[in-house]
Structures are given as structure tokens and as C-alpha cells.
């Protein structure tokens, strides 16, 4: 089966500029989160999407903006690019997303930005 | 989430057993401890996690103390290929949006 997977895996702009990067969940599962890791620190959640509805967003300006498709998939953009937006994006996807109960959530490989 | 603390680094050597430590005293009744790992230029993978009684799968085994303060991953055989960061995690099963709460973590390197 395949895992998460994310595009594009490399991917270079200028300050200003905006971009938006795209994962597709492992199928079957429904809630997508994203994680931002700047080098040398661990990752910082961004957003959490379940059933196409936000169920979590981390302290991260609005700038950074989701959303989740109808075959839940998802998409991260980020308007208005600063240097510091410069890390891997992580997408995760598990299960459900709903309260009382963990999932375990399966990790991409991420899209590493680079903001000239 | 409760706050974890665990060592920078620390180096083990192939074929040994590797136990990474993880603080964790604030942490709360209802809260688990889950360990997670990143290979270099990888996303997280996970490894295990347990509420109170140890717990062991075909990665590794984990050790919570009796008074859930403190817990301790256990890799029974290191590989070169274990050579990554761990991250101990603390967090409710009713989290926020299912959030995981990543701290620095220890780079663990395994040596030949």
C-alpha cells in the first residue's frame, strides 16, 4: 500500500511570494495534519483536518492557510513567504480524528521549502 | 500537553541494547507517553506507546515507572539503521486535533 505522500519534494521562492503545497493521505484514512520543522528542531503542528472541517490549528500566523478535499487529500498554502517560513512541511494522516480516541499518525517524507 | 525532557544525543554501539530515557513528571492520568522517530531526511515514524504497564512490539519495548514520572525506550538489538532522533511524547488521547507535541528529541547514533 502506499504511504502518505506529498508534492512536490523540493521547492525554492523568493520572499513574498506564496506557495502551496499538496498531500494525499494513506487511503482509507480520513484526518490530515501538518507539521512544520525548521533544521535543527523538532516538528510544530500547524493544522489538523478531519472530514474536509480544521479540528486543530497550532500558533502560526494567518499567513497559513488548509484545506481538505473531498477525497481527503489536502493542501497547505502559505501567502506572503518570509525567510523564516523556510522547513520541511510534514503531512500526516491517520485513521479518525475524532475525540476519545489516539491514532497513530503515518508521516510523509515532507516538502522541503527554501524562501530566498 | 506535559513537557518532556530527554538527553541531546547519546551513541550505542551495533548489536547492543540502546535505552533512551524520557522525564516526563508533570505528565497527567489520562495522558500517554508515545515515542516517535525521524530518520535523516525522513517524516517521524512510530514506535510504540503505553499509558501505564510496559509494552513491547517488533521495534522496540517501552518501561513506564510506577509513578509515570519517567519512561525508557528500549532498541533490544541497535542497527546502523536506528541511527536517527527519538522523540518522547506525552499528550491525551482526546488531543486537540489529534496534535503531536514534538520536543527536541535525542540523536541517537549507532556506531559499528
Known amino acids: 500500500d502506499a504511504g502518505v505522500t506529498q508534492s512536490p519534494t523540493h521547492l525554492i521562492k523568493t520572499r513574498g511570494q506564496h506557495v502551496t503545497l499538496r498531500c494525499s493521505p494513506i487511503s482509507g484514512h480520513k484526518s490530515v495534519s501538518w507539521y512544520q520543522q525548521v533544521l535543527g528542531q523538532g516538528p510544530q503542528f500547524i493544522f489538523q483536518?478531519?472530514?474536509?472541517?480544521?479540528?486543530g490549528r497550532g500558533n502560526f500566523p494567518d499567513r497559513f492557510s488548509a484545506r481538505q478535499f473531498p477525497n481527503y487529500s489536502s493542501e497547505l498554502n502559505v501567502n506572503a513567504l518570509l525567510l523564516g517560513d523556510s522547513a520541511l512541511y510534514l503531512c500526516?494522516?491517520?485513521?479518525?480524528?475524532?475525540?476519545?480516541?489516539?491514532?497513530?499518525?503515518?508521516f510523509g517524507p515532507g516538502t522541503r521549502l527554501t524562501v530566498l | 500537553d506535559a513537557k518532556t525532557t530527554q538527553p541531546p544525543s547519546m551513541d550505542c554501539a551495533e548489536g547492543r541494547a540502546a535505552n533512551l530515557p524520557c522525564n516526563h513528571s508533570?505528565?497527567?492520568?489520562?495522558?500517554?507517553v508515545y515515542w516517535y522517530r525521524q530518520i535523516h531526511s525522513q517524516g517521524p515514524q512510530y514506535i510504540i506507546h503505553g499509558l501505564k504497564n510496559n509494552e513491547t512490539n517488533e521495534m522496540a519495548s517501552l518501561i513506564i515507572t510506577e509513578d509515570r514520572k519517567s519512561s525508557t525506550l528500549i532498541l533490544p538489538h541497535a542497527t546502523l539503521r536506528d541511527t536517527a532522533v527519538y522523540y518522547c511524547i506525552v499528550t491525551p488521547p482526546v488531543a486537540a486535533g489529534n496534535k503531536l507535541t514534538f520536543g527536541g528529541g535525542t540523536r541517537v547514533l549507532v556506531k559499528p
Open positions: 483536518y478531519y472530514e474536509k472541517e480544521e479540528r
Open positions: 500526516a494522516s491517520s485513521a479518525t480524528g475524532t475525540s476519545g480516541s489516539y491514532n497513530e499518525q503515518f
Open positions: 508533570t505528565i497527567s492520568g489520562n495522558e500517554y
